[in-house]
């Protein structure tokens, strides 16, 4: 009873292993490059989705504080780290950048090849002769 306790309470973190996992197993199992890129996208997320667990405290509020506490309540209060959720910001906005700059890439193989399967740019390129 208590490990289900546990898994309840740490359900985050139990999230992103399997977003984690699933990213990685669409990465490894697809050869379409679009899907690999989709898997990528699971992964960060699923990093993402950790350090905002991790930056969670129970109990403790954001660390905004209100015009209406006094000054005293306003010290005695306990606030969350915004590290992480900074660092969640800065990892959105870098993963939006790898994705664009992913699709561009895949775009330019498809012009060049005609496909956007792995193992047929593989066939493709053992082909020809360099």
Request: hydrophobic share 50%; net charge neutral; aromatic share 14%.
């Amino acid at each position: 009873m208590e490990v289900i306790n546990d898994l309840i309470y740490n359900y985050p973190y139990f999230a992103s292993i399997i977003l984690f996992s699933v990213g990685c197993f669409i990465i490894l199992a697809e050869s379409n490059l679009i899907k690999k890129i989709i898997g990528i996208n699971i992964m960060e997320t699923s990093v993402f989705l950790f350090f905002i667990a991790l930056g969670n405290i129970k109990g403790h509020s954001p660390p905004v504080i209100s015009p209406y506490l006094t000054e005293e309540a306003a010290a005695q209060q306990l606030y969350i780290n915004p590290l992480p959720s900074a660092l969640v910001l800065t990892g959105i906005v870098v993963s939006l950048s790898i994705t664009a700059f992913a699709l561009v890439i895949v775009a330019k193989i498809y012009k060049y090849y005609g496909t956007i399967d792995s193992h047929e740019i593989f066939e493709i390129r053992s082909r020809k002769k360099w």
